[in-house]
């Protein structure tokens, strides 16, 4: 079991940035691939990025390649996403997610259905 508390969400201008942290606790975390989640109003959950279990491999959505960046720290249980140049359309609820299958699997279909564990979100507000 590994527990998952999103923090850094809030109200930001078009052009403007602001860094999601998740805070994991529980299990040991290195263990864990680790991803970001939005869903906006009336829309289903969609992949943002997911990061290996050791950073080394990192895949983003289309939609924020260039923009977003995603860490983490597996001495301090924690995984970053870094959103910068935002636009009205990057708002939403922002979720982290943990799974510990393989990489392989995970990665092959980024369904949010598949993924194990999830935080409680955090709201990101882009105005225009």
């Known amino acids: 079991q590994v527990q998952l508390v999103e923090s850094g969400g809030g109200l930001v201008q078009a052009g403007g940035s602001l860094r999601l942290s998740c805070a994991a606790s529980?299990?040991?975390?290195?263990?864990?691939?680790m991803g970001w989640f939005r869903q906006a109003p009336g829309t289903e959950r969609e992949f943002v990025a997911v990061i290996s279990r050791g950073g080394g491999r990192i895949i983003y959505t289309d939609s924020v390649k260039g923009r977003f960046t995603i860490s983490r720290d597996n001495a301090k249980n924690t995984v970053t996403l870094q959103m910068t140049s935002l636009k009205p359309e990057d708002t939403a609820v922002y979720y982290c997610?943990?799974?510990?299958?393989?990489?392989?699997?995970?990665?092959?279909?980024?369904?949010?259905?598949?993924?194990?564990?999830w935080g409680q979100g955090t709201q990101v507000t882009v105005s225009a």
């Open positions: 529980g299990r040991t975390f290195s263990i864990y691939t």
């Open positions: 997610a943990a799974d510990n299958r393989p990489w392989d699997t995970i990665i092959l279909s980024q369904a949010a259905a598949d993924w194990g564990y």
